[in-house]
């Protein structure tokens, strides 16, 4: 009985390490990107042109291992109060702070842009851009993104779509007509079918 216990605690151990040692730490990652994003709003249809690349202060070769870069879309802290979804958290695989991505590129040490249109499916909410090199294994290892150490500058509003389009008050309206009609078609039909039943 002692040794199962001591089984069961030395397997609850081990999975405790594996969980904290897995995945990256995003306050271990050096923000050596400089991201800057300039909102362009037109007709019914929001862009956005990002460009990144590496900051100059850094000695040459800093960015040696930089593979990739993806850019995020991501929730600023006062779109993410009472919002567990949406939650920051310093291990990367449990971070919910960037759902969106933007764009996904190689990596060039030369000054990157994308111009993004902000898809509709984004839910109303401010935001930043963060964008992560990553490392050949794919791993994260610098970051870089719009806003300040306390994500209270630079940010922007994203209002999303939240309620219905005309076409779609139209085809309601359509199909509700319609079935009028049809009901009343069937009740003169079967009116009319049982007057000349009930004649013969």
């Known amino acids: 009985m002692a040794s199962t216990g001591i089984l069961l605690a030395s397997l609850l151990l081990l999975s405790c390490l594996a969980e904290t040692s897995h995945g990256v730490l995003f306050s271990s990652l050096k923000q050596t990107l400089i991201v800057t994003a300039s909102p362009k709003e037109g007709q019914g249809v929001d862009k956005l042109t990002v460009s990144w690349g590496l900051n100059q202060s850094f000695p040459a070769g800093s960015d040696s291992t930089y593979k990739t ?3 995020k879309l991501c929730y600023a802290p006062v779109s993410q109060v009472d919002r567990g979804w949406r939650k920051t958290v310093d ?19 030369s000054n990157q842009s994308f111009e993004w249109t902000i898809e509709r499916d984004v839910p109303s909410a401010t935001y930043f851009l963060r964008a992560y090199a990553y490392d050949a294994a794919d791993v ?12 209270a500058t630079n940010l922007f509003v994203v209002q999303g779509i939240t309620g219905r389009h005309a076409s779609l008050d139209i085809a309601s309206i359509c199909f509700s007509a319609f ?11 079967e009116k009319r079918k049982a007057k000349s039943s009930h004649e013969k």
Do not use: N
């Open 69 to 71: 870069i993806k850019v």
């Open 91 to 109: 291990s990367l695989s449990k971070d919910k702070t960037c759902q969106f991505k933007v764009v996904a590129r190689p990596y060039s040490s």
């Open 140 to 151: 994260e290892v610098a970051y870089g993104q719009t806003t300040d150490a306390h994500k």
């Open 179 to 189: 079935s009028v009609l049809s009901l009343a078609g069937f009740f003169i039909a």
